[in-house]
């Protein structure tokens, strides 16, 4: 990975930990409560709220991965941890999609849900995870670019 | 002439001077993660995304999807609704109460079940127990486990615990029954196998049969409390821990270290994924099927007979005393030595008739667990110990479940929720 792109993925990874990291205290405090939903943004552990302090754990967690990864980014134990991060958030988010095709394919009354009610599934309001989801996938670019580098010999 | 140690590896260094080729080695991004999952401080938080992710496929596969979306309705709204209507005999009839639905009285009417839970016939809750919740309950289970397996995860959560099961006499490898216990405790105890020392074999059998609940006890357990999961488990955990504690001060013999190959990461393939759950579900249906039916006719004979209520009687100022649960509890008891998922399946009639406080269901569910091992593990643990170890592992139970069972009650009481 050249300097431009270390550049770019220490700043980007400093800015995604620290959000990830906000994330987490958010879903901490709301775990001891009843939790919130705020506009498409849901913290509400309203399918299991067993969950919701585990996720907060897990989202810190990868805020420290993100930021603790910054300082010599492109050394490869440091990119590491970014990419542990990012694969903690697929984890959440993965599960937190596939709770929703497991809930979307039975109906309440049918055996298949209706096509409107099937669809209705995939609405918001949707937990911080999934909207870090999409974010966390510039790690991939990462990987493959240390890869390439292995490959042609420069590590 | 046999070499003596040193000459041994004089020779072990001639060989790999000219087989091994040195050099600096350079990590790869996989290297590095090994590490990163291994080393306490980024392995926790690690190991918790990998559980959150375990548990959460768990639930939403075999609770969400195949059993409330599919298994309920087909049994509850088709298959019993149908063998009411066309078996012969009607409610009352005792055939029909063995083979269908016993029925409960309500108001002095004894009126039909509207689930399988509650019907408690071998061609109703016998069928639905094993196919509507267990099977999708250990397939989900074993999927994770063999991806986790093949992944070479495991072998990592192994280090990562050892310091901690290192405290009860057990090392890191224990992790690796435990896991296989909580799908079946059968092969929970074979993967024994490999701990060296009896001493750690006996810890190991006796923790597992006693405080790992199977994956079917799990799924009816999720299906009926969802809501109580958590302290289930952790009161569990404090008792492996704690007794294990126990356990590792008072049996004789040594706890020696093992050595313990760490292979690296891989991509599963989908072919062995496939072959193991293949094998693993086939052997578990094999096995649970048979019992379960035979635990429902042997219940509602006892039912039938009232034996049960005569038990319920006898034991229910025991078990009211020592354990805060009521008498009727005592069916589920007797039906957990067969199988511990019919047993929940029987509480959870039970529950349906609301005849336990919240703090009894819980007390009833962990009770359950720990009282004693299924028939099938009951039988292994006599195959794979001496009739020492056994006696031994069957006291070591009978203690725990007293003290512990008894302590729960007495927290409640502390807490005023018992």
Same mark, same amino acid.
């Given at each position: 990975?050249?300097?431009?792109? @270390?550049?770019?993925?220490?700043?980007?990874?400093?800015?995604?930990?620290?959000?990830?990291?906000?994330?987490?205290?958010? @879903?901490?405090?709301?775990?001891?409560? *009843?939790?919130?939903?705020?506009?498409?943004?849901?913290? =509400?552990?309203?399918?299991?709220?067993?969950?919701?302090?585990?996720?907060?754990?897990?989202?810190?967690?990868?805020?420290?991965?993100?930021?603790?990864?910054?300082?010599?980014?492109? *050394?490869?134990?440091?990119?590491?941890?970014?990419?542990?991060? =990012?694969?903690?958030?697929?984890?959440?988010?993965?599960?937190?999609?596939?709770?929703?095709?497991?809930?979307?394919?039975?109906? @309440?009354?049918?055996?298949?849900?209706?096509?409107?009610?099937?669809?209705?599934?995939?609405?918001?309001?949707?937990?911080? *995870?999934?909207?870090?989801?999409?974010?966390?996938?510039?790690?991939?670019?990462?990987?493959?670019?240390?890869?390439?580098?292995?490959?042609?010999?420069?590590? | 002439?046999?070499?003596?140690?040193?000459?041994?590896?004089?020779?072990?260094?001639?060989?790999?001077?000219?087989?091994?080729?040195?050099?600096?080695?350079?990590?790869?991004?996989?290297?590095?993660?090994? !590490?990163?999952?291994?080393?306490?401080?980024?392995?926790?938080?690690?190991?918790?995304?990998?559980?959150?992710?375990?548990?959460?496929?768990?639930?939403?596969?075999?609770?969400?999807?195949?059993?409330?979306?599919?298994?309920?309705?087909?049994?509850?709204?088709?298959?019993?609704?149908?063998?009411?209507?066309?078996?012969?005999?009607?409610?009352?009839?005792?055939?029909?109460?063995?083979?269908?639905?016993?029925?409960?009285?309500?108001?002095?009417?004894?009126?039909?079940?509207?689930?399988?839970? !509650?019907?408690?016939?071998?061609?109703?809750?016998?069928?639905?127990?094993? +196919?509507? $919740?267990?099977?999708?309950? $250990?397939?989900?289970?074993?999927?994770?486990?063999?991806?986790?397996?093949?992944?070479?995860?495991?072998?990592?959560?192994?280090?990562?615990?050892?310091?901690?099961?290192?405290?009860?006499?057990?090392?890191?490898?224990?992790? $690796?029954?435990?896991?296989?216990?909580?799908?079946?405790?059968?092969?929970?105890?074979?993967?024994?196998?490999?701990? !060296?020392?009896?001493?750690?074999? +006996?810890?190991?059998?006796?923790?597992?049969?006693?405080?790992?609940?199977?994956?079917?006890?799990?799924?009816?357990?999720?299906?009926?409390?969802?809501?109580?999961?958590?302290?289930?488990?952790?009161?569990?955990?404090?008792?492996?821990?704690?007794?294990?504690?126990?356990?590792?001060?008072?049996?004789?013999?040594?706890?020696?270290?093992?050595?313990?190959?760490?292979?690296?990461?891989?991509?599963?393939?989908?072919?062995?994924?496939?072959?193991?759950?293949?094998?693993?579900?086939?052997? +578990?249906?094999?096995?649970?099927?048979?019992?379960?039916?035979?635990?429902?006719?042997?219940?509602?004979?006892?039912?039938?007979?009232?034996?049960?209520?005569?038990?319920?009687?006898?034991?229910?100022?025991?078990?009211?005393?020592?354990?805060?649960?009521?008498?009727?509890?005592?069916?589920?008891?007797?039906?957990?030595?067969?199988?511990?998922?019919?047993?929940?399946?029987?509480?959870?009639?039970?529950?349906?008739?609301?005849?336990?406080?919240?703090?009894?269901? +819980?007390?009833?569910?962990?009770?359950?667990?720990?009282?004693?091992?299924?028939?099938?593990?009951?039988?292994?643990?006599?195959?794979?110990?001496?009739?020492?170890?056994?006696?031994?592992?069957?006291?070591?139970?009978?203690?725990?479940?007293? $003290?512990?069972?008894?302590?729960?009650?007495?927290?409640?009481?502390?807490?005023?929720?018992?």
């Amino acid at each position: 990975m050249n300097e431009v792109e @270390e550049k770019f993925g220490q700043i980007y990874f400093a800015v995604l930990g620290a959000i990830a990291l906000v994330f987490g205290v958010a @879903e901490l405090i709301a775990s001891a409560g *009843e939790g919130f939903t705020w506009g498409i943004l849901d913290s =509400s552990g309203a399918a299991d709220p067993m969950f919701l302090p585990w996720r907060a754990i897990i989202l810190i967690s990868v805020g420290f991965f993100y930021l603790s990864s910054v300082r010599n980014f492109a *050394e490869i134990h440091q990119l590491a941890k970014a990419v542990m991060a =990012s694969i903690m958030i697929w984890i959440v988010a993965g599960m937190a999609i596939w709770s929703r095709i497991a809930g979307s394919i039975p109906g @309440e009354e049918t055996w298949f849900n209706s096509l409107e009610g099937f669809l209705a599934s995939y609405a918001p309001p949707y937990c911080p *995870e999934m909207f870090l989801l999409p974010f966390s996938l510039v790690i991939v670019y990462y990987i493959m670019k240390e890869k390439e580098a292995r490959m042609t010999g420069q590590k | 002439m046999p070499l003596s140690v040193d000459e041994r590896w004089d020779l072990i260094e001639k060989i790999s001077k000219q087989t091994v080729e040195f050099g600096a080695y350079k990590h790869t991004l996989k290297d590095a993660i090994a !590490e990163l999952t291994v080393k306490p401080l980024t392995g926790i938080p690690v190991a918790i995304a990998v559980l959150y992710g375990f548990w959460s496929f768990f639930i939403d596969f075999a609770g969400t999807l195949f059993t409330d979306g599919f298994m309920v309705r087909l049994f509850d709204e088709h298959w019993l609704p149908w063998l009411q209507s066309v078996f012969p005999g009607g409610l009352g009839n005792p055939f029909y109460a063995l083979m269908v639905d016993a029925g409960h009285w309500e108001n002095g009417v004894l009126v039909a079940s509207d689930n399988c839970f !509650e019907a408690f016939g071998v061609l109703t809750s016998g069928f639905f127990v094993p +196919f509507g $919740v267990v099977l999708w309950a $250990v397939l989900a289970f074993y999927l994770v486990f063999a991806i986790l397996e093949d992944i070479g995860y495991l072998p990592r959560l192994a280090v990562l615990v050892d310091t901690v099961l290192h405290k009860i006499g057990l090392h890191g490898y224990a992790i $690796v029954p435990t896991f296989l216990a909580l799908g079946c405790n059968i092969p929970g105890v074979t993967a024994t196998r490999p701990l !060296e020392t009896r001493k750690q074999r +006996f810890m190991m059998i006796t923790l597992l049969s006693v405080f790992v609940p199977c994956g079917a006890q799990i799924g009816i357990m999720q299906d009926l409390v969802p809501e109580l999961m958590g302290w289930i488990f952790l009161t569990l955990a404090i008792g492996y821990l704690g007794f294990g504690f126990i356990l590792n001060k008072i049996v004789p013999g040594r706890s020696p270290e093992i050595i313990m190959d760490v292979p690296p990461y891989r991509m599963p393939t989908l072919r062995n994924i496939g072959r193991k759950l293949w094998i693993r579900t086939s052997r +578990f249906l094999l096995v649970a099927v048979p019992f379960v039916l035979l635990g429902c006719l042997i219940v509602g004979l006892m039912y039938l007979t009232g034996a049960m209520d005569w038990l319920a009687t006898v034991l229910g100022p025991f078990l009211m005393g020592l354990f805060g649960v009521p008498g009727e509890t005592v069916s589920p008891l007797i039906a957990g030595f067969l199988r511990k998922d019919l047993a929940v399946g029987v509480l959870g009639g039970l529950m349906e008739r609301g005849i336990m406080t919240t703090f009894q269901v +819980f007390t009833s569910v962990v009770l359950l667990c720990i009282y004693f091992p299924c028939l099938a593990t009951f039988a292994l643990m006599l195959k794979e110990e001496s009739w020492k170890e056994f006696i031994g592992s069957i006291a070591s139970l009978v203690v725990m479940v007293l $003290v512990y069972g008894g302590l729960i009650h007495l927290v409640g009481i502390m807490l005023g929720v018992a």
